[in-house]
């Protein structure tokens, strides 16, 4: 019955639905020397786990001082910095400029003529085009009146 609970608690451990108390309970299983043979895989990792919490880092990191500017130094750094902010400005208002150039000088075909015996042939042209469509949707209107038709000489309304 034992083997069984502890195959359970191994189970939701791995789910990581174990609560502390049954942590503690597969720790002192796994560090005890009746371990199952089939169980025998996971007994480092639970011996090592208070192990590896005792341990601490007795390595020192050294710490880099931060290196101090001279005044010169800062002079330099600001008018770079400066140059640097004032180049950036320059390409932003250049790229805006380049990107809005067309619509800004109105260089939009509006279709406008200067010839008023052409601009009087493409009108033409493109009422004739409206026109057949139009024509084409009032087609279908004869279809609805021939229905209207016939469904009063059903119906005798």
């Known amino acids: 019955m034992e083997l069984n609970k502890i195959e359970i608690l191994l189970e939701k451990y791995f789910q990581g639905e174990t609560c502390i108390a049954e ?9 005890s020397p009746d ?16 192990l590896a919490k005792e341990q601490m880092l007795q390595q020192e990191i050294p710490l880099l001082p931060i290196p101090k500017f001279r005044n010169e130094d800062k002079k330099r750094y600001v008018v770079w910095v400066s140059i640097a902010a004032s180049v950036v400005v320059l390409l932003g208002i250049g790229m805006y400029v380049f990107y809005n150039y067309d619509n800004a000088n109105g260089k939009q075909d509006l279709g406008t003529y200067d010839n008023p015996e052409v601009a009087l042939k493409e009108t033409q042209k493109a009422l004739a085009l409206l026109s057949n469509h139009v024509n084409v949707g ?3 209107v004869y279809y609805i009146k021939e229905y209207q038709d016939s469904k009063e000489l059903i119906f005798k309304q």
């Open 35 to 50: 371990v199952a043979q089939h169980l025998e895989q996971y007994k480092p990792m639970f011996v090592y786990f208070p």
């Open 23 to 31: 942590e503690n309970e597969l720790r002192n299983y796994f560090s």
């Open 138 to 140: 009032i087609e279908s």
